[in-house]
Structure formats: structure tokens, C-alpha cells
């Protein structure tokens, strides 16, 4: 009974161990020296979407303390997991003050291009999915001494109650960064339907009105290094839009309409899960 018992134990640990996998690497393609990145600085956007929540995630990932010099050509590997009915749909690469998006292709495709463009010493970036909700973000060049900024864009499915509409904030994605985050901007865009954002485990925090670059004016709040690295899930809600129990909307695509559809089922808890999209 007690081996079985240590087994149990064994297995949760493996569990909690696999759960928010990152891992951020700066190489030299050259000679393979490297070690591990930093991200310099990092802001999270959350728009409500339906069912869904949209991240924006800016990184900016340098090689500091990696003892690389101007002339050295480096390389960025960063991978990452998300969770369960997560979708990535944008990966967007800074060029000096530009910014350019990058292209949705089989990864046979993109792995040449990428590749051809490492060898000729050119500016790419390419974002891969791996397996399941596993992804490897490849950016190049970069100099020994300078960064590069990437944005990733991507859905994560809405937790719904009869009270709040929530999610857990991903902040395990900054955890494998050899100088730690000071800190993270959160911001959020709400229209007349979403209503009183806040998150939920610190409730003296409230969110202000700023006027962000790039994003324009929008609601900021910020979170300081101890509540980035605390291992507690920081979960962001906004009130329920619903009416009567149903909450129902359509979204007009290029080649889909969608339609998303949330209920209260009568049962004594009140809880509704977030249905699948179905186009029309």
C-alpha cells in the first residue's frame, strides 16, 4: 500500500511537472554556444470574443548575461505549451520600427523558407506547432547585445459561471527567463457587452483607463515581479453578459460565419461550460 502510495505521488509531481512547459534559448546557429534568453519585457492584452478570450502576447527577448558580443549572430528558440482549446492564429516579428505579420503554411513549407533565409543570414521569424498544444517560436538574427520583439495572438476558452466570465492567466510563459520579469502590463478592450474587469485573486487592484502604444486607449493594470512569479493562478473575469440564462452571438468571417452559443442549465450549481463554435 505504501508503494502505491509513493507511485500516486510519483505520478501527481509528473503531472504538475508537465503542466506550462517553457523553455527560452539564445544559440549562436554557427557554433552552437548559447544558453538561456530573457524576456527584457513583456505586456498580455485580453479582449473578450464570445466563448473565447483573444491573448496578445508582446515579448521582447534579449541574450543578457549570456556574454555575446555586437558581432555575434544569434538565434531565439522559444517553446511554450498553452492550454487545452487553445488556438493560435497571429505571430507578428518587429523589423526596426516595423511591424510585419507573418504568414499561416504547412510546416514543411515554412521550415524551408526559414531555414533558407538562417543560411543567407536574412530576417526571419517562423512559429511552429508541434504537437498537440505544443509551439516553437524561431526568430533570427540578433545581435550578441541587442533584442528582438515578437507578438503571438491567440483564443483560449472561456470559463463560464452564472456570475463571471474568467480566465487563468498564463504566467507560467515567463518563467524561463534567466532575469526575471519586474513587470507585466495586463490590458484589456471592452465593449458595452463586457462589463467591471478585474482580477479575481486581487481585488485592491483595479484596472485604469491609459492610452497604450499600439493599442490605443484601453483599460491597464500592472503586476509586480512577486505577483508574476507566485505560482498562484491569477484569474481575469469580467461579468456574464447573459439574458435569461443564454448568452448568443455570431462573429462574420471572410469564408465562416460563426455562431457561439453559452446557457445556464438548471442545476442547483448554475455552472455553464462554454459550448463549441458551429458556422452557419
Not at 167 to 183: D, E, Q, V
Not at 240 to 257: I, Q, R
Request: overall charge negative; glycine content about 4%.
Amino acid at each position: 500500500m505504501k508503494k502505491l502510495r509513493q507511485l500516486f505521488y510519483i505520478l501527481i509531481l509528473l503531472n504538475t511537472l508537465n503542466f506550462g512547459y517553457t523553455d527560452l534559448r539564445i544559440i549562436d546557429p554557427r557554433n552552437w554556444g548559447g544558453g538561456q534568453g530573457t524576456f527584457e519585457e513583456a505586456t498580455l492584452t485580453i479582449q473578450p470574443k464570445g466563448i473565447y478570450f483573444e491573448y496578445n502576447l508582446f515579448l521582447t527577448i534579449s541574450a543578457k548575461g549570456l556574454g555575446f558580443q555586437h558581432q555575434d549572430t544569434l538565434e531565439i528558440i522559444y517553446n511554450f505549451d498553452l492550454p487545452k482549446g487553445a488556438i493560435v492564429h497571429d505571430s507578428w516579428l518587429w523589423f526596426n520600427d516595423e511591424i510585419i505579420k507573418g504568414k499561416i503554411m504547412d510546416r514543411w513549407t515554412a521550415s524551408q523558407i526559414y531555414e533558407e533565409i538562417v543560411n543567407r543570414r536574412r530576417d526571419p521569424s517562423v512559429l511552429y506547432k508541434n504537437y498537440d498544444n505544443y509551439y516553437e517560436l524561431r526568430i533570427f538574427p540578433m545581435a550578441g547585445d541587442e533584442s528582438r520583439k515578437v507578438k503571438i495572438t491567440f483564443l483560449l476558452p472561456a470559463i463560464w459561471s452564472a456570475a463571471n466570465v474568467s480566465t487563468t492567466l498564463p504566467l507560467y510563459l515567463f518563467n524561463n527567463s534567466a532575469n526575471p520579469l519586474k513587470i507585466l502590463d495586463v490590458i484589456t478592450q471592452l465593449t458595452s457587452e463586457w462589463k467591471n474587469p478585474k482580477i479575481a485573486e486581487l481585488p485592491n487592484k483595479i484596472f485604469e483607463a491609459k492610452t497604450y502604444p499600439i493599442v490605443g486607449e484601453c483599460l491597464q493594470l500592472t503586476l509586480d515581479q512577486n505577483e508574476i512569479y507566485s505560482n498562484s493562478l491569477l484569474n481575469y473575469q469580467v461579468d456574464a453578459p447573459f439574458k435569461n440564462g443564454v448568452y448568443l452571438n455570431t462573429f462574420e468571417g471572410k469564408e465562416d460565419n460563426i455562431f457561439q452559443l453559452a446557457y445556464l442549465p438548471s442545476v442547483p450549481e448554475n455552472i455553464t461550460q462554454s459550448k463549441n463554435r458551429y458556422p452557419y
